[in-house]
């Protein structure tokens, strides 16, 4: 059940991916890279880490992809005001990639393949583990942390209100 559910996330991400590349309409870019950020988040949850899952939800599909939104709406983008590229820009483009595409091989030719073990730790991973540990081994860097944004936020505030 694992494995079927892996294959239609994937097929999904890498479709969805594909489509934010190849599209025309930059609304319909945005909207890919939406579901292409909601099926990474799946892989995180079959991989057990729930807790990558719903920050990449909440961080990517919600701030960033709405900022994303947000500037491309203020832009106005119209097809009429791109400069049309002439042929030499694109031979340049696919030369580029190609030469990135044979580092890119002959890099991954370099690694060697590391062993799994035999029994993973199935708790790695879990948001209760990383409740436990922020709040008992790593209070204080999270405190201080929580300070910090804290102060952030007051000093971005008073910015704010020195402007109205």
Do not use: W
């Not at 709405?66 to 009429?80: A, G």
């Not at 005001?81 to 042929?87: A, I, M, S, T």
């Not at 708790?123 to 910090?148: D, H, R």
Request: net charge positive.
């Amino acid at each position: 059940m694992e494995a079927i559910l892996l294959y239609i996330i994937s097929t999904c991400a890498v479709l969805s991916a594909m489509f934010v590349v190849f599209s025309k309409n930059a609304m319909h870019s945005i909207i890919a890279l939406i579901l292409t950020f909601f099926s990474i988040s799946g892989l995180y949850i079959l991989l057990n880490a729930q807790f990558l899952g719903a920050v990449q939800v909440i961080v990517y599909s919600g701030a960033i992809m709405v900022l994303f939104l947000y500037v491309l709406m203020m832009l106005n983008l119209k097809r009429k005001d791109e400069p049309l590229k002439g042929n030499s820009f694109r031979i340049l483009t696919t030369l580029c990639g190609g030469l990135v595409f044979i580092a890119f091989l002959g890099a991954l030719k370099g690694f060697e393949k590391i062993p799994f073990p035999a029994d993973p730790d199935s708790q790695i991973g879990l948001t209760k583990n990383l409740g436990l540990l922020l709040f008992s081994k790593y209070v204080l860097p999270f405190e201080l942390a929580g300070i910090l944004f804290l102060a952030a936020l007051v000093g971005s505030v008073m910015l704010g209100k020195r402007d109205l």
